[in-house]
């Protein structure tokens, strides 16, 4: 776990990653981002991980997935981002930090905000609708780059818009976006090709994806792993698996929770990276899994409790003190553990 690896052109120092870890601390008028930003991902960038992928981002307005988050919509909200990249380059030179965007769709906060289908008052997005949303994941992708990231990571998890588009409870269109398998990967393979076009050929571009949306059903395995392989023809540089109910509470017997949906799809992928996500917290099982099939090692929770546990596993530590206890998640508020502070 703590030789170098690639992604794309990008060389991580070692093979942890810190998930992306949403703030709940921007300006909420213009989400643009505040000073509480910088102790964070200052403390992150004194820990020695190999990419820290920053909270995500929503690339239009109407796509702000929940308060206080920031944004990437439009320049304005450049300057802030480019202060948290400069901020984790300087803290060691070896950091890399990547930006992950996204849109809500039917779990925005706007009620304009358009969908898969009707849900909960929320209009079916048009074609017109579904054009504007790529366009806008491809021009964010852009602010990515002038911000200053080393990678942009695409949110196609845990039942926000393109999850949605791939899960056929949510996907009830008869139209080119929806039904099969391969009209439901449309969205995301579209803007993928969007954002490729934006950030170039070179650019390291990674997906967040459910490997299936258990329990619901409306998206297996099988075809995780088959959206998988197409994006691994197409370019993509790596995937981070992940499903829904993203933030189980963790017990010996489901610690590391989508072990086996990452296995599954880790046949279909050659020789693009997987990422694996969920429960992860005990060094010796992290390391298996890395010499199984695991190329790197996503955490979240276990960052918020030890910003520095990278290096307490290099000096032996066994495992994580995060309990997951979800309290950082329930009361939205990233910036200290809850158990440390009791
Ligand atoms: C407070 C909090 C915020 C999160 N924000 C995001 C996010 O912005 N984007 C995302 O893809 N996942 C987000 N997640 C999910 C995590 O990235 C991760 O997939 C999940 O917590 C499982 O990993 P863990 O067991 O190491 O915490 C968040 C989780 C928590 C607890
Ligand atoms: S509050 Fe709970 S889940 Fe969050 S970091 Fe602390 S122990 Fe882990």
Excluded at 115 to 135: F, L, Q, T, Y
Excluded at 137 to 165: E, M, N, P, T, W
Excluded at 166 to 190: H, V
């Amino acid at each position: 776990m703590f030789n170098p690896g690639n992604i794309g052109e990008l060389k991580l120092q070692n093979r942890f990653i810190r998930s992306a870890t949403a703030e709940f601390i921007a300006n909420d008028e213009d989400g643009t981002i505040t000073e509480e930003y910088y102790p964070l991902y200052s403390n992150l960038g004194l820990g020695e991980i190999g990419l820290i992928i920053q909270g995500h981002l929503y690339v239009m307005d109407e796509g702000k997935a929940h308060t206080h988050m920031a944004g990437i919509a439009n320049d304005m909200q450049i300057d802030g981002l480019k202060k948290i990249t400069k901020l984790v380059h300087e803290a060691d030179k070896r950091n890399l930090i990547a930006a992950q965007l996204n849109h809500g769709g039917a779990n925005s906060v706007s009620t304009k905000t358009a969908s898969a289908r009707e849900d909960k008052g929320v209009k079916v997005m048009s074609g017109e609708d579904i054009e504007n949303v790529i366009k806008g994941f491809g021009a964010a992708a852009l602010r990515v780059k002038k911000a200053g990231y080393d990678a942009v990571q695409i949110h196609s998890a845990h039942g926000y818009l393109l999850s949605q588009f791939l899960s056929t409870k949510t996907n009830k269109r008869t139209d080119s976006w929806g039904g099969s398998l391969e009209n439901r990967a449309r969205f995301l393979l579209t803007v993928y090709h969007a954002i490729r076009a934006a950030v170039g050929p070179n650019y390291p571009v990674l997906v967040k994806m459910n490997g299936s949306d258990d329990p619901l059903e409306g998206f297996t395995v099988e075809e995780g792993a088959k959206v998988a392989s197409w994006l691994a023809n197409e370019g993509l540089d790596a995937i981070e698996v992940s499903g829904m109910k993203s933030t189980r509470p963790v017990k010996k017997a489901n610690e590391g929770y989508f072990v086996a949906t990452g296995r599954r799809i880790s046949h279909h992928i050659g020789d693009m990276p997987l990422i694996l996500v969920g429960g992860l917290r005990s060094q010796t099982q992290i390391q298996e899994l890395h010499d199984e099939f695991a190329d790197f090692i996503s955490l979240c929770r276990p960052f918020i409790r030890e910003p520095d546990l990278v290096q307490k596993f290099r000096s032996g530590k066994k495992r994580a003190d995060c309990i997951s206890c979800n309290r950082c998640f329930k009361e939205r508020i990233v910036t200290k553990c809850f158990e440390l502070e009791d």
